[in-house]
């Protein structure tokens, strides 16, 4: 048996919005969009690197207001491109936690994207 990683689905209310957070803000690129015929909800895969998530316009396909746990590498180097980016919306910090640096922003819709760096993360970078 092998299990392949998560893709999580995250519930979005406007296509622009989403786009304005997802690709102008945090850097992803439309993979791919589907819609079953005209004025009826999105659903699309963006990606940023190996990171790929499902956003969704369609009722029940998943909750607002989830968490989505990130690891990665080089968090001070994405911090920094978020901050010269200036989203109006959303100006996220860098955390020292005890599990690693933590950058945590919001989405319009109540979703929250955790990127974490674990101090292991760290060494394998440098």
């Known amino acids: 048996m ?3 990683r998560a893709i999580p689905i995250i519930r979005i209310f406007s296509e622009e919005k989403a786009r304005e957070f997802y690709v102008d803000f945090l850097g992803f690129t439309i993979d791919w969009e589907h819609r079953f015929e ?3 909800p999105l659903y699309a895969q963006v990606r940023r690197s190996d990171l ?3 956003l969704s316009e369609h009722y029940g ?6 968490t989505i ?3 990665m590498q080089g968090i001070d180097a ?4 978020l901050q010269r980016k200036d989203y109006k919306y959303g100006k996220p910090g860098v955390e020292d936690e005890p599990w690693g640096k933590v950058l945590e922003t919001i989405d319009p819709f109540g979703n929250r994207i955790r990127f974490c760096e674990s101090p292991e993360e760290e060494k394998r970078e440098a």
């Open 69 to 71: 746990y990130v690891p």
């Open 38 to 40: 005209a004025n009826t």
């Open 61 to 66: 396909d998943a909750t607002p207001g989830s």
């Open 52 to 54: 790929i998530l499902h």
């Open 2 to 4: 092998h299990l392949a």
């Open 78 to 81: 994405l911090h920094a491109e």
